[in-house]
């Protein structure tokens, strides 16, 4: 589950972002909450292995962003750079889907870990 930044009131988990008729990935989506760029505005998104999207302005393809996202286990908090591009007008906001780049090998493993913790049946 994701974490608030600003307050720390506990875990929370976006909705699910629409999505589109011809999305076929085989990793699946997990709806998360995230900080985008020097923004300090939580935003609703998804991540997957691959990728990851987020409602919020409007960013040109190929631009460089800086995420922060909150993690379960150890890590906490995980800094990833991510290279926009689609945005997609999504009402009064855009949908901005965005490639992981440049990763340390430290943090895929994390966010790897972290998706399929995601992905587990939960006892209980």
């Known amino acids: 589950m994701m974490t608030h930044f600003a307050n720390d009131t506990g875990p929370t988990r976006a909705a699910p972002l ?51 996202l909150g993690v379960t286990g150890e890590a906490g908090r995980l800094r990833l750079s991510v290279e926009v591009f689609r945005v997609t007008p999504a009402g009064e906001l855009f949908r901005v889907q965005a490639r992981f780049v440049d990763l340390s090998l430290d943090a895929e493993l994390t966010l790897a870990r972290w998706l399929h913790e995601e992905t587990q049946p939960r006892n209980g």
């Not at 085989?26 to 998360?32: C, D, K």
């Not at 985008?36 to 460089?64: K, N, P």
């Open 18 to 68: 629409p999505q589109s008729a011809d999305d076929r990935r085989e990793s699946p989506r997990i709806p998360l909450t995230l900080c985008v760029g020097d923004e300090a505005e939580l935003m609703e998104g998804d991540a997957s292995l691959g990728g990851i999207g987020w409602l919020g302005r409007e960013r040109a393809s190929g631009t460089r962003v800086d995420l922060l």
